[in-house]
Structures are given as structure tokens and as C-alpha cells.
């Protein structure tokens, strides 16, 4: 009555009665509602006469809607337009549900609609503007072709089941198709950006549009923290590292919560090829053994706390019988049985339950005493979220409240005077049913596992083979025969420490999620003798064992990421203490920004420890960086674009490092030898390109400015050695990188350190072609930025003024002179099948005519220069046809992936017998998922497409440069 | 771990004049200069001293000479032959710009390789025993010129000497294969022998035992202890170096040539290996011979990479005289525990853990043992890594096989030109990590061909006259 009051008072009594009637319904149920009215009185027009039932409204119907409300709103805020309309629709659905003409299935729906629907609106609205700025985002396939990248917003949760309450908080995931970038064609050109960054933006646009809070509220409460890599993940994620993630990473947990997926906005293909593609992942063919023992263990956890804080009885959503039992069980169900029967696959709780009953998981009569309880719950929990639009499960306490709360269910009429207790009984009536039901699913499952549990072990017992190759299979390893050496042999190592009851204890829970890792693993052998090799490197250690089996959570990724790349495992175990970082999932995942290299790495060379400590450390964090690139890259988490940059960004702060370091021990403190002269690292080659891969060199030339007295070039020649020195040390914890040295002027012969006038004339007067080719990609890399950049500056200016005097005729006699040369020294491509290097129509041709057609025509770098950039660069500046830059594309791109998984998985080259053909079969799989499932196969089509771009790239540079 | 400053106390307490700098060219043979003592200082550990690299076999071109030897302050001694006090340091070469390693320094390849092991995790230390045969000879002649070719090497101790008038010859010339060992007088070198062990002790070895070999005409052997990698190369070289002056200082003359005698055994250089980690020695295990799995993976690359390994071990024409199948000689690629013609033999004399090691019997003494002990850590590492099988022990004697049988033996290449064909196919093992590098191996098979295998095939030989001169 207050609010009809205030109405008045504002005069705008709602005229008419229908009118009078839906404000007293609403109001009176809920005064949240009536406040809403009060401050909205027009929405009372748009409220239907008399509240009948409308027909649910049409997704095209409300976004129409939308799109008129908003042209009359122009004028406002659009979060705050947003806002307005959702209160409004909620208006008419509350009013349908009070009077009881729609039911809780129409209702939830009705709410979840309208989300999709605002939520589909704010990404139009954030994305225009974002366009016209940057341009839009774009993506070269894998022939070089442009395609639109596109955005999708995944529901989970409440809103991906559509069964949102009125208060709910609406759980996203904000994907993006693929990595690229901008067009920059904007019509307010603020240049071109990654699509990483225009995805990044246009989410926190999206979010800040629904979630944003003024005075008056907010659209929706968005919940961010089921995306990959919870609260510390980034905001938005391609689709393929999204889909890796929850393959390689999620917890059990967060392949459940993907059951509710569903595409609510954005680009409908998008969100549906996520689903289509985690639905394997949720629903496996063969159901996870330890999916219920997981689920069990994370509801006890729930359990305990809301004990501890006395909530057990309280919380319809949480507590025992509650809501969140009914949901665990009917997922259980559906994850269990899905796998085989995609019928299952159903993100509504109801719906969901009512097939399992179609396919007798659940009998009929349960379903129905399980559906009527489920309905009875949320009900009970929209009554108590509508008192005041509040997130709340919890009944209160006190007698009034609970009164109130009894009347608004309606149960009144049931049990006149005595709505409380009438609540109180039914409520124990479908909690117990709940109960039953949960206990039934959840308890059979237990059962099975303490049998299992109590059964001989792997790893502690002496099986025989029969017995060790059954259990090996139990556990879905395929060919489980060519496992018993090294399962054998990490039973050795083992065995010693097993005398203790503590490590067996932790064996038996550990052994088995082991052998679960190896299962999923991409080559579960190599996964085996990977880990005997950790095993026997921890070994020297007894609490290191101890300390990896007890970190349950990591060995299932550890023995994945030890059967994908010997690289990988290498780090592992030279630094075992790494796995247990793995753990901190956040920080695994995360792509660092350049800076936090630098600012890790600067922070390990510094310090009072003495330098040989200093080092040690540098390159233990330099190792653990590597290590989590590494895995990231064999998560699919970045793409190799993004990899390469990462490992030029470590080695652009690991030398920014070690020149520091390496100033202190060339004397930088000793009297005069501080204030000499300024010191510049030029990277060239990869480096140069911040192409860096695993295990490239560092090509550097040293260019120092001032400091001409024999004293301080004495010490300039003490730095870059020291440099040199600390860089290329093979100690216990690894080399940081190999450096060559031969760029310099004069090469071998030259000094280590020149000047920059001496760098100026050397380029001028004596530098040959090649040389020429070399310095166009020199970057400044550490040091002192400012003769770095003057160094680079009339670098350029003087190759490209020799250019030109020498005339296109003698730079590609020069060019092709030096490349059959090289083609003479490099290994035999037989011996050799996957050194892309120097081979005809290899990477070094692609860079060559790169190179050439930059010195013929004078094209100068483009900001950030890498192959990629310069061949679309040189093609819009009209140097290299279309055609040209397409075979171009596709040829580098291809020999770069492929090398790099070879450096990935082998550590090292593949000479000719190694490369045999599973393993380049697995190799085709790694850079091409859908490649053939047959070796032979797979194989043959890897070496055909090696030979098709070596044969096109041979052609474009016979028709560029040989002429 | 001996510091500059110790070697400069070293040079006061001999009082030394003369400082001698020492490091290795890439065919095995040692090379020095000297400087006066004023000129070593605690700088020189660092700065290091210049040198002209240029006529260094398989060092730098012509057009890159310039070097610098740096001094190991672990691999100094006192000469115990020069009469100028002299002290004696085993230097690195270092490239005088960037002061990098000079990649063909055989001791940076064996440097390498140690580090490498560490960096793989798989043990911390790699202990190899060189036992170096040799023959101390009276007198040693030799031509060649388009006209005519001849040796003649003569003792006072061979077989063939048991008719000659030495006014008076007072027999005990050892038969062809028995010298191995009866007391003197048939053994003519005890003091000699002797005299060698206590200079090698006086440079810092320790001698485990010396005694006469098989051959007539005085082959010898001197049992030095096992070290690590490194300083096991260091100290045969030392070794080579204190046995043969010693014989020069008595009139006589070493040599370490693999195959010097027609008719009776060669020199070899058995190599004792194992890998340790912690103090723990890894090939002790359960399996044969008191061996571990890695152990056998060990000897499994061992045997793998045998062909190729044969190039560097075995590196001489004269090498493929000593490893003829059929005369006793450890060609067949197989081990055993008592049999001592397969080319590993896993030694019987003692069963405690620390004493399990393997004995790989192709070497000889006219390999670099810098690069020897490196390329076969690394076929033995190799094995290890990829768990290569070593097949089943050879416990029958290999001779007393049938024709059979043996075919199924792989054995070592017939000749240096055929080891340096399957070194150019076999030797990814050696570039991991970097440890050898594709320059060094293309080095070492250009070298290898142009100046010792071609040279030969030039040469007729004396005993083509006596088969073909009446054809």
C-alpha cells in the first residue's frame, strides 16, 4: 500500500482497474516490483489488460521490441536503456507468474530469452564503434584468403539451461574465432590492432553495457569465472585455445559446468561450432571412472562449509536436498550415459531428467516426485530472490519472514492459518526425495570404487605381466605391450620409495590419475618414458617424490604434456620443481606481457648474491618461461604466431638481462669504466624478425657509441664478452642461447664491438649483398635504445641507397650467387626430409626473395617487420603480385609450423631414419587435426604438401629473382 | 678445483724459469709453446696468450689465424724431462675476439660433452680408464720415394733377433704371443717401465700397475686410474708424453702406432667406462653381469653406433691392421662377460657396485682421446635415450662359432675409409647438444680422406711385389 500511496502522491495513479489490479499483484508480491513501478509508471501501459496470459513472446518479436524502445530511449545511457527494458519485460513475466498463468518452465525461458536477447543487443552496440575505429578484424586462412573474424558469447550455468531466475547472475564466456587482426580501414583510423585486442575490447565494452552499475542497478550481474582458466584467464579466448583449454586443462568441474553450454550471442555458427566441438569432451565415450568420485568429493566440500557456517538446513539451493543435489545427479547421469546416447545431451535440468526417464536411467514414477520436488525448490527460490531482488537460497529464520515467504508461494489456500508449517512439510517431503535420489546415483558409484581401490596396485605390487597388461587396458591405453618396459621401469623407481606407508598411500591415489594422463596423452609411450626419465631425475631427491605425488591435480596434465613434446620433458627434468607450478593454472595459461619477461628476468640479474648465483637463476626462470610457453603451445592455448613472439620477447629480457649482469663483471663499477661508451645489441635473423623458436640462435652484432679512448674500448670489448660468455655457458641448468656472431663487420675477423661510425662505413664501402639482405633485419634488442635506434635508422637508409646503386641486375646475380652456395653446404634433403632451411623452395628462399624484392624496389620496413608483414607489405606496396604473396604465405606458413612442431615434440632435427612414418604422421596430426587417421596415409599427405609449397616457392623464385 | 693462484705457488716453490703452454690439434698430437715465467700472471688465466693458428693441423684458414690459448690452472705440472725448470699447463683455445671456445678445440669437444651429460640429467660424471698399449723399440727406419718404400723397426727383445750375433746374444727373446708375462730376463723393460710409472706419478697420475703384453718386441702396457672425461683425456696425453721421453732419455724409442709387428698383436687402448650420479655408479644393477638397464642401453649404443664411432677411435689406416676379423682382434659388435674377443667385455675381477663397468676394446692409442671419450659417451648416451637394445650377451667364444652363427655378428668396418663412410651416415648422435658440430665432422672426414686414406691408396706396397711383381 505504501507504493500505491507514493503513486499517487506522483499522480500517476494507474487508471483504469485491470491497470489498478496488476499493480496491486505485483506490488503486493514484491517490493522490489512496486518500487520499480513507482519509478516507472508508464510500464503499467505495457503490462497486458488484466494479466492474462500472453503467448510467450518470440525471439524476433522481443528483439523488435528492443530495437523501438531504444530509438525512443536514445537519449539515455545505453546501459541504462538496457536496463530500463529488462525491468519492463520483467514487469510482464512477474505479473504472468504471480497469477499463476504461466508456469516455471514458461517463466525461466522468458527470462533467459530476454537475456539472449539484451546480451545479443550490447554486442551489436559495443561492436560499430569498435569497428569504425580499428577497421574490422580479420583473419588470413591457411590459403592466404581474408575472412571476418567473429565473436560469440557462450551461456552457461542458469542462463545456458534457460532456467534464469529472476536474480540470477548470468555465467559467460566470451570466444573469438581466430587470431588476426584489424583491416585498420576504419572510417576513424585508429590504426590496426591485433584481434586479441579488438575481441578484448569489444568484451569489456559488453560487459561494462550489462553489467555496468549506476545508481539504479545494473543489467544483469555477469559472472566471468567458468572461462578458461577461472578468475585470472583472459577475458576473451580464441576458439581453439577455448576448446584446448577444457581438452588439456579444466577440472572435472569445469567440463561439467560446459553440460548448460549454449550459444546465447554473437555469431550463432561460432557459438555453436564451441559446443559441438566440447561436447566429446563432456560426454566421453568412455565415461570417466573418476567423475563421481570427484563429484562426490566436491559436494562433501560444499557440505563442509555450509555446516561450518550453519547453513546446511537453510539453504534450499546448496544444502542437503537441495537444488544443487538434483543437478549433480541428473549430470551425473547424463555424463555417465551421454556418451552413447547423444539424446542425453541436454542442458534444461527438467528436461534433462525427463529424457533420462524416456531411456529408463530414471524410473517414471521417480521423475515425477523429482520434477515436482525440482519445481517446488526453484520456485521457492524465485519467491525468495523477488522479496528483494536479491541472490539469495536462504530461508530466514524468523517466523514472520518465513510467513511472508509461505503466503507468496501460494501455499495459504493449502492449509489455511498454518501456511508456515504446510511450507515446512512439503518442503521435508521433496528435500527427502532429493536426498534419495542423490544418494542412490552417488552411492552405487562409491561402491564400485572401493573395491577398486582395494585391489593389488599398479605400482606398488609385484604384478605379472598378464596382470599388468589387463590393468593397463582397464585404464584405456591402446597397445598396451609396448608399454611394459617403461611401466616396468618406473615401477623400479618407485619401489624403493614405497617402503614407506606414506608413499604408498599416495601411490595408490596418485597411480591411477597417472595412468589416466597417459591414456589421454598423444602418445602414451613417450608419455612413459618421459616420465621414467622425471622419476629417475627427481629420484636423487626423496621429498621431490613426494612432493609430485602429492600434488594430485597436476599429474594427469604433467603426463599429457610429457607425451607431447620432448622438448617439454627435457625442462622438466632439469628443473623438476616446475611441475609443481602447474598447479597455479592461472599463471600457467596466462600470456605474459613483454614487459613481465624483462621485469622477472632484470630482477634475477640484479641482487648482492654473487654473479655466478645470479646467473643460475636467470636461467632457471629463463627455463621455467620457456616451460610454460612450451606448454601453452601444446595446449593450443596460443597460436604460433603468438609462441614465436613470446620466445622473442623471453630473449629480448633475458639479453636486457645479461647485458647488465655482464656490465658488472666487465668492471662497469671500476673507476672510468662506467661513463665510456654506450652499448647497443642488434638482433638480426630470427631474432631480428621476433620469429625466435625453441632453440634458435641469437644472431648479434655489438655497436658501441663514444667511449673512442683505448680504456673504454678495452672495457666495451670486456662487456660483450661476458655477454657472450653468459649466454652460451652449457651448464647444469641448460644453455640460455647459442649465439653467433658472424654478422658482424668483417665477420670473423671484425671486432667484437664497433662503433657506429664503423658500422656506417663498413655498410657503405665494403658490406656485400648478403650482408646487405642480413642488416634489413636488425632490430635494436637490449642495451642502450637510443644509439640502437640511430644504429637501425641509417642502417636502413645506407643498405637501401647501396641498393640502388648497384641496380636490381647485380643484386640478383648477388642473391641468387649466395643461395646456391648455401645450397651447396646444406645437408642432402634425404638425409634430411624436415630441414626446410636451405633447400630448394625452402624457408631460406622465401626469405630471400623477401630480401630482394626490399633492396630492388626500396621498400623500407614496416613497424614491427616479420615475414608475414613484409609479404603482405611488399604486396601493397606492389612489389610482389597477388599471387606471389598467396604461395608465399601459404609456403611459410607451413614450413614454419611444421618445423616447429619437429622442435616441439623432438627437441631436435629429425635426421632421415627417425623420420619414419609415425612419427611424421604424428607430426601431420599436430599441424592438422583432421589429417587422416591412418599413418601411411598421414604421412604421405605431410611429405606431398611439403613438396607442393617447396615446388611453388621454387617457381616464384626462379620468376622473381633468377628471372 | 686448483686456482690461479695456486699454479703461480706452484712456480715459486719449483722455482721455475720456463712456463710451457700445451693443447691439442685436431689429429691427436700434442702442441706447445713456451713463455719465461715473468710472463704468467693471474691475467694470463683469463687473457689467455696468442698463437698463430694457421699451420695447426685442422685448425683456422690462413686468413684466420690469430688464436689464443687460455691456461687450465687444473692442468698444470712439473716437466720431469727438461732441465730448465719447466712448468707444464694444459691450455683451452679460445677465439681472441669474441673469446668464445674455439669449436675445434678437441678439449672443448670433451668439455662439451660433460657438460652435455650434466644438462641431460642422466648422471653428473662419466669415468673412463684408458689402458694404452705400446712398443718400445731399439731402432725405427723408414722410407718412401717413387723407387722404393721400406720399415724396419728392431728390438732387442724380438722373436726374430734369436739367430742374430749380438756378441753374445743371450736369448730370452719372448715368443711371438707369449710375452704376456714371464719374469726377466724374458721381460727386458722393468726398470724402464718402472721409471715411466714414477715420472707419470711425478705429473700427477696415478698408476694402477704396469707389466709386459702379448707381443714380441717389447709391447708394453701401464695401468693409469680412471678419471672423468675430461682430465682422462688430459691424462693420456700426458701418459703418451711421459713414455715416450722416458724411452728417449734410456735410447730407446716408443711407439703407439696400433699395428707396428706383422705376426703378433697390435696396440690397443681397452676403454673402461661407467656413468655416476650422486657417488652411485648407474650401471650397477640386477641385470647381466651385474649391470643396469642403462648400462646395457649403454653398451647397446655403444655397439649401434660402433661403425661410425670406429672413424674416431679407431682413426688410422694402421688402426684396420689391428681390427682384422679372425686374429683375436675385438671386431665382432657383440659383449660378453668372460669372452674377450667381442668388442665389449664386461670385466669379472671384482662384483662390487662401484667396480661394474664396461670395457670397449676397438680404440687404440693413435686416437684423439679428446674426441674419442666424447663420441663414445655419446653413442653410449644415445643408447640410454632411446633405450637401444644391446641383444643378448655372447658368452660362447666367438672363434669357436660357426660360420652360422657369426653371420649374424654385425663387426666393425674393414677399413678407415669404410668407418669414415659410416661416420658420414651415423653421426646425429654426436651434434646433440651441440657437443660435436657438423664443421667438425665434415672437418674430421675431409681431413681423414685427403690426408691419410688417399695418400695410401697412392702407395704401392712391398708385399704387392711379392704377390703380383711376376704376374
Known amino acids: 500500500m505504501r507504493h500505491l500511496e507514493r503513486l499517487a502522491a506522483s499522480g500517476a495513479l494507474p487508471s483504469g482497474r485491470d491497470r489498478l489490479q496488476s499493480f496491486l499483484t505485483l506490488a503486493g508480491s514484491s517490493p522490489y516490483l512496486g518500487r ?72 525461466t525461458r522468458a527470462l533467459s530469452l530476454l537475456a539472449d536477447v539484451l546480451l545479443d543487443k550490447a554486442v551489436q552496440m559495443a561492436w560499430a564503434p569498435l569497428e569504425r575505429r580499428f577497421g574490422a578484424p580479420t583473419r588470413r586462412d591457411d590459403q592466404g584468403h581474408l575472412e571476418r573474424a567473429t565473436f560469440a558469447v557462450i551461456a552457461l550455468g542458469k542462463l545456458g539451461g534457460q532456467e534464469l531466475n529472476y536474480s540470477s547472475d548470468i555465467d559467460l564466456l566470451y570466444l573469438f574465432s581466430r587470431d588476426g587482426e584489424t583491416s585498420g580501414s576504419g572510417a576513424e583510423s585508429g590504426g590496426t590492432i591485433g584481434n586479441k585486442e579488438f575481441f578484448t575490447r569489444l568484451a569489456s565494452d559488453v560487459t561494462r553495457l ?18 578458461p582458466g577461472g578468475r585470472d584467464g583472459e577475458l576473451v579466448i580464441p576458439l581453439g585455445a577455448a576448446v584446448a583449454y577444457f581438452r588439456n586443462w579444466a577440472d572435472a568441474w569445469e567440463r561439467q559446468a560446459l553440460i548448460k553450454a549454449r550459444a546465447a550471442a554473437g555469431s550463432p555458427a561460432l557459438g555453436r561450432r564451441f559446443i559441438d566441438l566440447v561436447e566429446p569432451l563432456v560426454y566421453p565415450e568412455t565415461p570417466d571412472p573418476f567423475l563421481t568420485m570427484e563429484m562426490t568429493a566436491m559436494k562433501d566440500r560444499i557440505d563442509a562449509r555450509l555446516s561450518s557456517e550453519g547453513r546446511s538446513e537453510t539453504d534450499i539451493k546448496l544444502g542437503r536436498g537441495g537444488i544443487r543435489e538434483i543437478e549433480f545427479a541428473v549430470q551425473a547421469l547424463q555424463m555417465l550415459h551421454g556418451g552413447r546416447d547423444p539424446w542425453l545431451r541436454q542442458a534444461n535440468t527438467l528436461l534433462a531428467l525427463h529424457r533420462l526417464a524416456e531411456k529408463g536411467l530414471v524410473g517414471y514414477a521417480e521423475y515425477a516426485t523429482l520434477s515436482e520436488a525440482y519445481t517446488f525448490l526453484r520456485d521457492l527460490e524465485h519467491r525468495l530472490q523477488l522479496g528483494h531482488d536479491r541472490q539469495t537460497a536462504t530461508l530466514p529464520t524468523d517466523p514472520a519472514g518465513l510467513r511472508i515467504l509461505a503466503r507468496r508461494m501460494r501455499l495459504g489456500g493449502a492449509a489455511p492459518g498454518d501456511e508456515t508449517s ?48 589387463a590393468r593397463l587396458r582397464q585404464h584405456g591405453l591402446r597397445d598396451p605391450e609396448t608399454l611394459l618396459r617403461p611401466v616396468r621401469a618406473v615401477r623400479r623407481l618407485l619401489r624403493p620409495a614405497a617402503t614407506t606407508p606414506e608413499i604408498r598411500r599416495l601411490l595408490r591415489k596418485a597411480g591411477p590419475i597417472l595412468l589416466k594422463g597417459a591414456a589421454e596423452a598423444v602418445d602414451a609411450r613417450r608419455a612413459f ?87 643460475g637463476e636467470l636461467r632457471r626462470r629463463h627455463n621455467a618461461a620457456l616451460a610454460y610457453i612450451a606448454i601453452r603451445d601444446i595446449n593450443r592455448q596460443a597460436t604460433l604466431r603468438e609462441v614465436l613472439k613470446s620466445l622473442s620477447n623471453l630473449a629480448d629480457g633475458t639479453l636486457e638481462a645479461v647485458v647488465r649482469l655482464a656490465a658488472e663483471e666487465a668492471g662497469a663499477d671500476e673507476p672510468g669504466g662506467g661513463t665510456g661508451p654506450r652499448l647497443s645489441v642488434l638482433g638480426l635473423g630470427r631474432l631480428g624478425y621476433r620469429e625466435m623458436d625453441y632453440g634458435s640462435d641469437l644472431d648479434l652484432v655489438f655497436v658501441r657509441e663514444g667511449g673512442d679512448d683505448e680504456r673504454a674500448r678495452a672495457f666495451a670489448r670486456r662487456w660483450c664478452e661476458a655477454i657472450v660468455r653468459v649466454l652460451s655457458t652449457l651448464s647444469r641448468d641448460g644453455q640460455l642461447y647459442k649465439v653467433d656472431l658472424r654478422l658482424r663487420p668483417s665477420g670473423r675477423e671484425g671486432d667484437l664491438v664497433v662503433s657506429l661510425e664503423r658500422l656506417r662505413d663498413y655498410l657503405r664501402d665494403s658490406a656485400e649483398v648478403w650482408e646487405m639482405q642480413s642488416f634489413l633485419k636488425a632490430r635494436h634488442v637490449a642495451g642502450d635504445p637510443e644509439p640502437g635506434a640511430r644504429a637501425i635508422d641509417s642502417v636502413e637508409s645506407i643498405v637501401h641507397e647501396r641498393a640502388r646503386a648497384a641496380g636490381a641486375a647485380a643484386l640478383a646475380s648477388a642473391v641468387t650467387g649466395m643461395r646456391r652456395r648455401l645450397l651447396q653446404d646444406a645437408p642432402r634433403p634425404e638425409r634430411r626430409p624436415l630441414d626446410l632451411k636451405a633447400r630448394e623452395g625452402g624457408l631460406m628462399d622465401v626469405h630471400f626473395i623477401v630480401e630482394f624484392l626490399q633492396l630492388r624496389d626500396a621498400v623500407p620496413n614496416p613497424a614491427d617487420k616479420d615475414t608475414l608483414r613484409l609479404l603482405l607489405h611488399l604486396n601493397a606496396a606492389g612489389s610482389l603480385d597477388e599471387e606471389g604473396m598467396r604461395i608465399l604465405h601459404e609456403g611459410y606458413l607451413f614450413f614454419r609450423a611444421l618445423d616447429h612442431q619437429v622442435r616441439l615434440i623432438h627437441a631436435r632435427p629429425l635426421p632421415h631414419p627417425a623420420a619414419d612414418e609415425a612419427r611424421l604422421a604424428e607430426l601431420a596430426r599436430a599441424l592438422d587435426p583432421a589429417a587422416p587417421a591412418d599413418a601411411a596415409a598421414a604421412a604421405r599427405g605431410l611429405m606431398e604438401k611439403l613438396q607442393d609449397h617447396t615446388t611453388s616457392v621454387h617457381r616464384v623464385f626462379e620468376r622473381i629473382v633468377t628471372g | 678445483m686448483r686456482k690461479p693462484a695456486d699454479v703461480l705457488k706452484l712456480v715459486k716453490d719449483n722455482d721455475i724459469k720456463i712456463v710451457d703452454l700445451r693443447f691439442m690439434d685436431l689429429p691427436g698430437l700434442w702442441q706447445h709453446f713456451s713463455v719465461p715465467t715473468h710472463e704468467l700472471s693471474e691475467k694470463s688465466f683469463e687473457e689467455g696468450f696468442g698463437f698463430d693458428g694457421s699451420s695447426i693441423r685442422g685448425f683456422q684458414a690462413i686468413n684466420e689465424s690469430d688464436m689464443l690459448v687460455v691456461p687450465d690452472p687444473e692442468g698444470a705440472f712439473v716437466d720431469p724431462f727438461t732441465e730448465v725448470p719447466t712448468l707444464n699447463i694444459i691450455c683451452n683455445v679460445v677465439d681472441p675476439v669474441t673469446k668464445e671456445r674455439y669449436g675445434r678445440d678437441p678439449r672443448a669437444i670433451a668439455q662439451k660433452a660433460e657438460n652435455y651429460l650434466q644438462y641431460t640429467r642422466i648422471a653428473d660424471t662419466a669415468y673412463f680408464g684408458a689402458e694404452a698399449e705400446f712398443f718400445i723399440f731399439d731402432d725405427v727406419r723408414f722410407d718412401q720415394n717413387a723407387h722404393c718404400g721400406y720399415y724396419y723397426v728392431d728390438s732387442v727383445e724380438g722373436q726374430w733377433n734369436s739367430g742374430r750375433e749380438e756378441g753374445p746374444n743371450l736369448g730370452y727373446k719372448p715368443r711371438h704371443k707369449e710375452a704376456y708375462f714371464p719374469v726377466p730376463p724374458h721381460d727386458h723393460f722393468q726398470d724402464l717401465r718402472s721409471e715411466m710409472v714414477l715420472n707419470l706419478e711425478r705429473c700427477g697420475l696415478t698408476v694402477e700397475a704396469h707389466h709386459h703384453e702379448v707381443a714380441t718386441g717389447g709391447q708394453m702396457e701401464i695401468d693409469v686410474r680412471y678419471n672423468s672425461l675430461t682430465r682422462a683425456a688430459d691424462n693420456v696425453t700426458i701418459y703418451k708424453y711421459v713414455v715416450k721421453n722416458t724411452a728417449i732419455k734410456r735410447g730407446r724409442s716408443v711407439t703407439f702406432m696400433p699395428k707396428p709387428l706383422f705376426g703378433d698383436n697390435g696396440s690397443g687402448m681397452h676403454c673402461h667406462q661407467s656413468l655416476w650420479k650422486g657417488g652411485k655408479n648407474l650401471f650397477a644393477g640386477e641385470g647381466y653381469g651385474g649391470f643396469s638397464e642403462m648400462g646395457l642401453h649403454y653398451i647397446g649404443g655403444l655397439l649401434k653406433h660402433s661403425a661410425a664411432l670406429a672413424a674416431i677411435i679407431a682413426p688410422t689406416t694402421n688402426s684396420y691392421k689391428r681390427l682384422t676379423p679372425g686374429f683375436e682382434a675385438p671386431v665382432n659388435l657383440a659383449y660378453s662377460r668372460r669372452n674377450r674377443s667381442a668388442a665389449i667385455r664386461i670385466p669379472m675381477i671384482s662384483t662390487s657396485p662401484s667396480a661394474i663397468r664396461l670395457e670397449y676394446r676397438p680404440p687404440d692409442p693413435s686416437c684423439n682421446p679428446y674426441l674419442a671419450f666424447a663420441a663414445m659417451m655419446m653413442a653410449g648416451l644415445d643408447g640410454i635415450e632411446n633405450r637401444t637394445d644391446p641383444g643378448k650377451p655372447l658368452d660362447k667364444d666367438i672363434y669357436g662359432l660357426g660360420p652360422q652363427e657369426l653371420k649374424n655378428i654385425p663387426s666393425l668396418p674393414g677399413s678407415l675409409d669404410a668407418a669414415l663412410k659410416h661416420l658420414e651416415d651415423d653421426h646425429d648422435f654426436l651434434l646433440k647438444g651441440d657437443v660435436f658440430t657438423e664443421d667438425n665432422v665434415r672437418l674430421w672426414i675431409e681431413y681423414k680422406r685427403e690426408r691419410e686414406v688417399n695418400p695410401m691408396r697412392l702407395r704401392p706396397h712391398p708385399y704387392e711385389f711379392a704377390l703380383y711383381y711376376d704376374i
Not at chain 1, 210 to 226: M, N, T, W
Not at chain 1, 422 to 445: C, I, K, M, N, P
Request: no cysteine.
Open chain 1, 36 to 107: 520499480l513501478l513507482v519509478q516507472n509508471p508508464s510500464f503499467l501501459d505495457t503490462l497486458p489488460a488484466g494479466g492474462s496470459a500472453r503467448a510467450p513472446r518470440t525471439r524476433e518479436d522481443l528483439e523488435e521490441d528492443l530495437a523501438r524502445f531504444l530509438a525512443l530511449n536514445s537519449g539515455r545511457d545505453p546501459s541504462a536503456a538496457l536496463r530500463l527494458f529488462k525491468q519492463r519485460e520483467y514487469l510482464g513475466i512477474a505479473l504472468a507468474d504471480f497469477l499463476g498463468t504461466a508456469d516455471l518452465p514458461a517463466i
Open chain 1, 210 to 227: 550489462i553489467a555496468g552499475r549506476d545508481p539504479e542497478g545494473q543489467v544483469f550481474r555477469v559472472d566471468l569465472d567458468l572461462r
Open chain 1, 422 to 469: 504446510a511450507l515446512a512439510e512439503r518442503l521435508e517431503r521433496h528435500r527427502s526425495t532429493v536426498r534419495a535420489f542423490y544418494d542412490s546415483v552417488f552411492g552405487r558409484a562409491a561402491q564400485k570404487e572401493i573395491t577398486e581401490e582395494e585391489s593389488e596396485d599398479l605400482w606398488v605390487e609385484r604384478l605379472d605381466e598378464e596382470r599388468t597388461l
Open chain 1, 529 to 615: 618414458d618421459n616420465l621414467e626419465k622425471l622419476l629417475s631425475a627427481i629420484g636423487a631427491d626423496p621429498l621431490g617424490l613426494l612432493g609430485f605425488l602429492s600434488r594430485r591435480e597436476v599429474l594427469a596434465p604433467t603426463m599429457r604434456l610429457l607425451g607431447a613434446s620432448d622438448f617439454l620433458a627435457g625442462l622438466f627434468l632439469r628443473q623438476p620443481g616446475l611441475v609443481a607450478t602447474l598447479g597455479d593454472r592461472a599463471h600457467v595459461l596466462r600470456t605474459p606481457p613483454p614487459e613481465e619477461y624483462r621485469a622477472s628476468l632484470l630482477e634475477a640479474a640484479a641482487g648482492r648474491d654473487p654473479a655466478r648465483a645470479r646467473e
